[in-house]
């Protein structure tokens, strides 16, 4: 049997500007997919978020001047640093 979730606190803290993964911590979810399946289905989410880094836009970030943290906090801290450094590696 699937977990039931407070989908009202979610919507709320969503629109509040919390991440997936402090929303699913909040209700006791253990994946931030949870909580992104979940927006999606309730229609409060157009699409599911990426779940691959985006090497590219990483690259541009730290051209541009970002930290490493800046960089993890614009991912939503749906990767680790060690991702981020390794996508960095050789500019």
């Known amino acids: 049997m699937k977990p039931k979730y407070d989908r009202g606190k ?9 991440t997936d993964q402090e ?4 209700v006791g979810s253990s994946s931030w997919r949870t909580i992104d399946d979940l927006l999606v289905k ?7 978020r ?3 880094l985006d090497v590219p836009k990483v690259r541009a970030l ?3 001047g ?6 993890e ?3 939503a801290w749906r990767f680790g640093i060690e991702q981020i450094r390794d ?3 050789g500019i």
């Open 10 to 18: 979610i919507v709320r803290m969503y629109k509040q500007g919390y």
């Open 23 to 26: 929303i699913a911590n909040a």
């Open 42 to 48: 309730l229609g409060v989410r157009n699409q599911k």
């Open 50 to 52: 990426e779940t691959t």
């Open 62 to 64: 730290a051209k541009a």
């Open 66 to 71: 970002w930290t490493v943290e800046e960089i």
């Open 73 to 75: 906090y614009e991912f």
């Open 87 to 89: 996508a960095l590696a």
